[in-house]
């Protein structure tokens, strides 16, 4: 039978391939992802692909069309059902699969779906996703074959491996967990049973209709639930994830959020004491306090791309063995396999503060104090915004400013940072500035909008997104 299919092109994003279901996204793109990408596995030798997916409420009918494509291509398909994307990874890992994909929306709306997929212990992202859209149109597959399918039930060991690593003191936690109806919902009541301490799961049952709030823990809206529980409850810590609880949330025993770079000072501090002088990666939006605070504890802060396919390659390179985005995404290679993992990146937090005699809001408030904006993200075409950051580039080469090109242009100046860069994966710029007093804000603010102004763009709005951490 010959095969010949064409995606959305929106669907083909930077590190997945993600669309609204019945829209841009439909059942037969999911057996066309089967088709080449178990095409692109048979090429490369390789027999043998894992499956999962979350609790949308298009998943299963999606993987079912995905494990058919990937059986036309002759693959024997794992397939371990509903659960987070991390242990789709685990799987890819410990059974040591030529592939991968995991049928998730992540944090996008209900109506959202998509696919997030490894080749070997590899992330599958930029040129290999759009790769799958040309092979397809051309009908360049492997030979139509009858592969298999297992059903594999890999929960339990994945628990198992997480509790593992606890390694807390004598200290017991009250904890309270928000799953946001996601995908780790059934991992989740099974982890903290096993767990020293006192445990409270909120929206513990997976829901694709995502009830509660949106599953997305970086947004301070959606943690007003888990907020008021732990002040409710005095609890010790409160833990969110997002849809496929690959990035993790979290609020202190005061009901304060600690934001991504903050959680990772937390980690990185424990880290290097077992690990002296290592490399420990951020992104480029991360607030130069945990630059600083890297290098204090020992460590050689790295600052790079964002993007989380991009930071498991720049770990697997440098032999980092911690890594975060302030998108929550924490990636752990000491102790752990090096992907992003937040019910992971949850037992060592934990078991940090079981360990520490004061309370996490005495860590947080012990940090230097800065104000920021968060990520202000605004409209600039795709063809545009990349020209757009290298006229910003240049400018600022000729005043000879203070710059990093590793992801757009990161500004340092005497008040603080400004930030500009463009999107990977939508037709918009990212700006975002931070300072030690509200003046200079103000003063990174307005340098930021001469440049766009300079490029014929309009003053990004600023208004009412101030923050302190």
């Not at 291509?73 to 991968?100: F, Q, W």
């Not at 399918?149 to 339990?156: C, H, M």
């Not at 605070?293 to 790295?302: M, Q, R, Y």
Request: glycine fraction near 10%; proline fraction near 4%; aromatic fraction near 6%.
């Amino acid at each position: 039978m010959t095969f010949s299919h064409k995606f959305d092109p929106t669907v083909l994003r930077e590190y997945d391939i993600r669309g609204i279901v019945g829209q841009t996204l439909h059942v037969a793109d999911a057996f066309a992802i089967g088709r080449v990408f178990g095409s692109v596995v048979a090429r490369a030798g390789g027999t043998r692909v894992a499956v999962g997916y979350d609790g949308r409420l298009t998943s299963p009918e999606l993987e079912r069309a995905l494990v058919d494509g990937l059986r036309a291509s002759g693959m024997e398909v794992m397939r371990i059902g509903c659960g987070p994307t991390p242990m789709l990874y685990y799987t890819a890992t410990t059974l040591k699969t030529d592939g991968a994909v995991m049928v998730t929306g992540s944090h996008n709306p209900p109506d959202y779906n998509g696919f997030k997929m490894m080749l070997g212990r590899k992330p599958f992202f930029g040129k290999q996703i759009l790769d799958i859209g040309t092979l397809s149109a051309a009908g360049d597959v492997v030979a139509d074959a009858v592969g298999s399918e297992q059903t594999v039930a890999i929960a339990n060991d994945y628990i198992a491996r997480l509790l593992s690593d606890w390694d807390g003191g004598d200290r017991l936690l009250k904890v309270v967990w928000d799953n946001g109806n996601g995908a780790a919902g059934d991992v989740l009541r099974k982890l903290v049973a096993a767990l020293p301490g006192e445990h409270v799961v909120l929206n513990g049952e997976i829901d694709g209709r995502f009830p509660a709030h949106h599953p997305d823990p970086t947004v301070p809206a959606n943690l007003v639930e888990l907020i008021a529980e732990v002040r409710k409850r005095k609890a010790d810590v409160g833990i969110a994830f997002d849809g496929d609880a690959d990035r993790i949330g979290l609020v202190d025993d005061k009901g304060e959020i600690l934001f991504g770079d903050q959680i990772m000072v937390v980690l990185a501090r424990d880290v290097l004491k077992n690990h002296p002088g290592a490399t420990i990666i951020a992104d480029v939006k991360a607030s130069q306090v945990l630059f600083d605070e890297i290098a204090k504890a020992g460590g050689d802060p790295l600052m790079w791309k964002t993007g989380h396919s991009l930071i498991k390659s720049k770990m697997a390179e440098t032999g980092s063995p911690l890594a975060g985005e302030m998108s929550g995404h924490i990636f752990f290679a000491d102790r752990w396999y090096g992907f992003d993992d937040a019910l992971y990146a949850a037992i060592r937090v934990l078991g940090i503060l079981a360990r520490m005699e004061d309370k996490l809001s005495a860590v947080r408030e012990a940090m230097p104090h800065v104000i920021n904006t968060p990520e202000v993200r605004f409209d600039c075409d795709d063809k545009r915004k990349f020209a757009v950051i290298a006229e910003v580039a240049a400018r600022l080469s000729a005043e000879g400013a203070k710059v990093s090109s590793t992801d757009g242009v990161r500004v340092q100046t005497d008040d603080g940072w400004w930030l500009l860069r463009a999107s990977n994966t939508q037709a918009v710029l990212v700006a975002r500035c931070e300072a030690s007093t509200p003046k200079g804000l103000e003063q990174l603010k307005a340098a930021l909008s001469r440049q766009l102004a300079a490029s014929g763009l309009g003053e990004p709005d600023f208004s009412g997104s101030t923050s302190g951490h």
